[in-house]
C-alpha cells in the first residue's frame, strides 16, 4: 500500500532563516505531488505542483521554491522566511491529476 | 476566477440527524468534485467524489449530490454521530484553468452533541 510521509511535524523558524520541508512517497511510481499550504481561517491553498522529477508548477508567486530531486520526493523550501509564511504546509500525492489526493500529516511553522 | 464557497464555517447538530452541508462555485462547472473530512492538526482524507455527469453517489451514511444546473454540491451525513465531528472541505477540478488541480473551500466544522 501506499504512504506518505512529512517532516517535521511542528517547527518554529526565526524571520529571515532558511527553510526545507520534505516529503517522500512509498508503494507507487510517478505520482503527482503537491504542496499546499492552510492559514488560519483559510482554506487549503495550492502552493506548487509536481507531475514528474524537476518538473515544477508554481500557483502562486511567494517567498517559496519547490524541488523535486527523486520521482517520490518533494522539498518545500526558502531562502529567507517571512512572518507570512506561519502556517500548516501540507504534502500530498495522487496517481492522476484531479483524482483523489493523499495528504501527509502536515508540517505546522511559526515563523517569530 | 473560480470561487468556491461552502454555506458555513460551523454546523452543529444532534446526534442521530443528518449533517447537510453546501458546497457552491462560481463560473465553469468542475470535471469533479470531491469531499474530504480534516481532524484538527492532522491532513484531510478522502471521502467520496463525485463526477460532472453523476447526479448522486453514496457510500455507508455518506451521500453526495451534484447539480450544475444550481453549481452547487450537498454532503449528507445520515444518524450523524459524535464522531463525525470534523471538519469538511470541497474540492473542485476544473478542465483548463488550473489544468486538473483541486481546488479547496474553506471547509465547514461540524459539531455532533450527543
Known amino acids: 500500500s501506499q504512504t506518505i510521509h512529512q517532516w517535521p511535524a511542528t517547527l518554529v523558524q526565526p524571520v529571515g532563516s532558511p527553510l526545507s520541508l520534505e516529503c517522500t512517497v512509498e508503494g507507487t511510481s510517478n505520482p503527482n505531488l503537491y504542496w499546499y499550504r492552510q492559514a488560519a481561517g483559510r482554506g487549503l491553498q495550492l502552493l506548487f505542483y509536481s507531475v514528474g522529477i524537476g518538473q515544477i508548477s508554481s500557483e502562486v508567486p511567494q517567498n517559496l521554491s519547490a524541488s523535486r530531486p527523486q520521482d517520490r520526493q518533494f522539498i518545500l523550501s526558502s531562502k529567507k522566511l517571512l512572518l507570512s509564511d506561519s502556517g500548516f504546509y501540507l504534502c500530498a500525492w495522487s496517481f492522476h491529476r484531479g483524482t483523489e489526493a493523499f495528504f501527509g500529516q502536515g508540517t505546522r511553522l511559526t515563523v517569530v | ?114
Open chain 2, 1 to 114: 476566477s473560480q470561487k468556491i464557497e461552502q454555506n458555513s464555517e460551523a454546523l452543529n447538530i444532534q446526534e442521530g440527524k443528518t449533517a447537510t452541508l453546501t458546497c457552491n462555485y462560481t463560473n465553469y462547472s468542475p470535471a469533479y468534485l470531491q469531499w474530504y473530512r480534516q481532524d484538527p492538526g492532522r491532513g484531510p482524507v478522502f471521502l467520496l467524489l463525485i463526477r460532472e455527469n453523476e447526479k448522486e453517489k453514496r457510500k455507508e451514511r455518506l451521500k453526495v449530490t451534484f447539480d450544475t444546473t444550481l453549481k452547487q454540491s450537498l454532503f449528507h451525513i445520515t444518524a450523524s454521530q459524535p464522531a463525525d465531528s470534523a471538519t469538511y472541505l470541497c474540492a473542485l477540478v476544473f478542465y483548463g484553468g488550473s489544468q486538473g488541480n483541486l481546488i479547496f473551500g474553506k471547509g465547514t466544522k461540524l459539531s455532533v452533541k450527543p
